[in-house]
């Protein structure tokens, strides 16, 4: 079984900047983040697969850069220039080969509030 231990994370004004990490417990293929705002789907945030380039979501392209270290089995999302519509829980997301299949582990979720 696969652990992930997120920190970050908390209240900052509009424009401001916070920054996410994530351990995992093993060495995963694809590491990521998603957030989910209230009442609304939980959504991909960005993530990135061994050997690519992250992939972002449009909505924070330019303001979040995601960086991974592979040795260490982690990933950290920084956040720039934050937005109100940026609340929500976010959570990282880690894949990984068992046999044949691609298996999903979650974090427990960490709060984002933006707001003056």
């Known amino acids: 079984q696969v652990q992930l231990v997120e920190s970050g994370g908390g209240l900052v004004q509009p424009g401001g900047s916070l920054r996410l990490s994530c351990a995992a417990s093993?060495?995963?293929?694809?590491m990521g983040w998603y957030r989910q705002a209230p009442g609304k789907q939980r959504e991909l945030v960005a993530a990135?697969?061994?050997?690519?380039?992250?992939n972002y979501a449009d909505s924070v392209k330019g303001r979040f850069t995601m960086s991974r270290d592979n040795a260490k089995n982690t990933v950290d999302l920084q956040m720039n220039s934050l937005k109100p519509e940026d609340t929500a829980v976010y959570y990282c997301n880690a894949r990984r080969w068992e046999g044949i299949y691609s298996r999903a582990y979650w974090g427990q979720g960490t709060q984002v509030t933006v707001s003056s």
């Open positions: 093993a060495s995963m293929s694809t």
């Open positions: 990135i697969t061994n050997g690519a380039t992250p």
